[in-house]
């Protein structure tokens, strides 16, 4: 009865190619996010999608390219990878948008590494 | 701009110590203050939260108060066990609904027997 689910847990690659990490939510909520996490544990925000409109949209390379077939998934798809996108990736929901006190719940992580 | 400054790691306790991982935040109005953990190997989980100034989160024996008058929104527990080992994340949602959470860098604790 995972929350939140992603897949795979680890993705290994080379460098160049393209690949896609799944996330899904069977909480019924309406915003789901994707975070990134570097080597030193810091973590930040790189999209939200709200009702499957995109609603946050930080600083990210248009190589990353978020999609939202419905409310429940949101997809990251990552073209020509690059080393610096070794990272741990994020996926989380959250009831509802606009909710500045509501609890964002969160998936187990995708590592992945670019070689 | 929100940000939101934790105490560096690492952190390490024997059993039973008493824990406060400070955290300070800069932000307009009144934002709500979270504490979120993040086990080994697992995504974050939410540990306690704060809506308004003076409110204390509590859960597992932390706690954590709003302190608008020194931003700050430390962490306590007064006797850590090893299953706390984890990294502490510092988080603030702005005032006004925004959905963006920001967080400090976090904070690694390793609890020894």
Partial sequence: DTAVSQTPKYLVTQMGNDKSIKCEQNLGHDTMYWYKQDSKKFLKIMFSYNNKELIINETVPNRFSPKSPDKAHLNLHINSLELGDSAVYFCASSRVAGGGSDEQFFGPGTRLTVL | ?113
């Fill in chain 2, 1 to 113: 701009g929100n940000s939101v400054t934790q105490m560096e790691g690492p952190v390490t306790l024997s059993e039973e110590a008493f824990l406060t991982i400070n955290c300070t935040y800069t932000a307009t109005g009144y934002p709500s203050l979270f504490w979120y953990v993040q086990y080994p190997g697992e995504g974050l989980q939410l540990l306690l939260k704060a809506t308004k100034a003076d409110d204390k989160g509590s859960n597992k024996g932390f706690e954590a108060t709003y302190r608008k008058e020194t931003t700050s929104f430390h962490l306590e527990k007064g006797s850590v066990q090893v299953s706390d080992s984890a990294v502490y994340f510092c988080a603030l949602s702005p005032q006004g609904g925004s959905e963006k959470l920001v967080f400090g860098k976090g904070t690694k604790l390793t609890v020894n027997p």
